[in-house]
């Protein structure tokens, strides 16, 4: 046998986290490496969720109490349970809305004109949000909306985007995980910048969130905001997260709705608001009881390993993919090799990487292409070990060698 694949599986044998794969489902006869997009079922989300439905149909409307967490405060229940993974204060954190609309919530809060810093690699639902807000307020985005270039197309250096903050910045926001590259920014570093110049930082941590961990407080950030069902696994549109530094606490929600009443005094029904006097105040709606429900379950084995663990054995699995691409004919590594710049997917590059992430589907290996070049690799830690990646590697040489992606459609539209 090949000594790469033998390395691999005393790896997996060697793994404290093997045991909890068996809890995840991968679809039947794939490689999963897509769980930066949609993390995968486990037992215990649907455990989580059957439970809610079943308190559904046993107390109806006395779930709102009595359900175990009662329905009333489960955004904030939640909250407490992601405060860890996020390195923050319980009440800091709460659960509501989705991503986008967290963005909206914090934006027409904190926002008050001026510029607002970010990159041109961003995931574009950030800039159409904030350019959004910007013309709320009667602003022109183009003349606001500062714009971060990269210098390689695939990395932001922290040092241009501190030279990009001026006495006009209002607020920096970032990703902590670029989504395409996978580099990870320096949090800290950019929020004391920010803070330097009189800005507010706030970071959308969609690709962090469950890989690696977080010192929201401790760094003084602002705002961020995070989904759920991607390294989270609470299953597709799942319930999104927010945290809101404790320094903000009584600020006026910009998109105020009932749900971010003061839990006390919620239900005497007064037509005057009284925002909650923590993170839940940015709630707006209901909170959607059976799309926050699996997350209670998903939690779980993040609970139980520690989220230094996962990223230990993340950075493990993704330094392994790299030295295998470096290894293939035709591939280039996009992420950036110092770990601490690494989130925990791995863009692999390639001029037909379209086709490639095609024929890698057909043979079972569930990735995703962004463009123009990239096959994103995920070896999430809950449910991957190393001889899946090195099975990975097999059959991205074999891809090239056989060029079966020459027989495939060239890139239409469509979800990826
Ligand atoms: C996945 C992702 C989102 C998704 O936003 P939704 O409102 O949940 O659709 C937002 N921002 C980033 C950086 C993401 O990676």
Excluded at 19 to 43: A, K, Q, T
Excluded at 147 to 164: F, H
Excluded at 348 to 370: P, S
Aim: proline share 6%.
């Amino acid at each position: 046998m090949d000594t790469g694949a033998d390395d691999a599986k005393r790896r997996d044998e060697a793994d404290p986290l093997a045991s909890v794969r068996d809890r995840f489902s991968i679809p039947e006869g794939e490689l999963y490496m897509d769980g930066n997009s949609l993390g995968v079922h486990s037992s215990d989300a649907e455990r989580a969720l059957s439970n809610a439905v079943e308190e559904w149909k046993e107390l109806g409307i006395r779930g709102w109490t009595d359900a175990d967490p009662d329905w009333f405060h489960y955004g904030e229940r939640l909250g407490d349970r992601l405060a860890p993974l996020v390195g923050a204060d319980e009440a800091e954190v709460v659960v509501g809305n989705s991503t986008t609309v967290n963005i909206h919530a914090l934006f027409s809060t904190f926002y008050d004109g001026g510029e607002v810093v970010v990159n041109e690699l961003d995931f574009p639902t950030d800039h159409y949000a904030i350019r959004a807000q910007m013309r709320r307020l009667g602003l022109d985005p183009d003349d606001h909306l500062v714009v971060v270039e990269s210098r390689d197309g695939r990395t932001i250096e922290e040092e241009d985007v501190i030279d990009a903050l001026t006495p006009e910045t209002s607020i920096l926001f970032m990703p902590s995980v670029l989504y395409r590259s996978g580099q990870l920014l320096d949090l800290k570093r950019l929020t004391d910048a920010a803070h330097a110049r009189g800005a507010l930082a706030g970071f959308d941590l969609a690709h962090s969130v469950g890989a690696v961990p977080h010192r929201l407080s401790e760094w003084g950030v602002d705002f961020a905001v995070w989904c759920s069902y991607k390294y989270l696994n609470a299953g597709p549109g799942a319930v999104a997260g927010l945290y809101v530094n404790e320094r903000h606490f009584g600020t006026e929600p910009g998109l105020a709705g009932w749900w971010g009443h003061d839990k006390e005094t919620q239900f005497e029904m007064e037509t005057t608001f009284t925002p909650a006097a923590n993170a839940g105040a940015w709630q707006i709606g209901t909170v959607p009881v059976f799309s926050a429900a699996p997350l209670l379950g998903s939690l779980e084995p993040f609970e139980e390993v520690g989220i230094d663990p996962v990223r230990e054995k993340s950075l493990s699995l993704t330094d392994f993919l790299i030295e295998i691409v470096d290894e293939l004919p035709e591939y280039r590594v996009g992420t950036p090799r110092d770990p601490e710049r690494r989130g925990g997917h791995v863009a692999v590059e390639h001029e037909e990487a379209y086709r490639i992430g095609e024929a890698l589907k057909e043979r079972g290996v569930v990735v995703d292409f962004r463009p123009p070049n990239v096959v994103r690799v995920c070896p999430a830690p809950l449910y991957v070990g190393f001889h899946d990646v090195w099975r990975v590697g097999e059959h991205l040489r074999e891809i090239v060698e056989t060029r079966e992606y020459e027989s495939l459609d060239r890139r239409g539209g469509g979800v990826t």
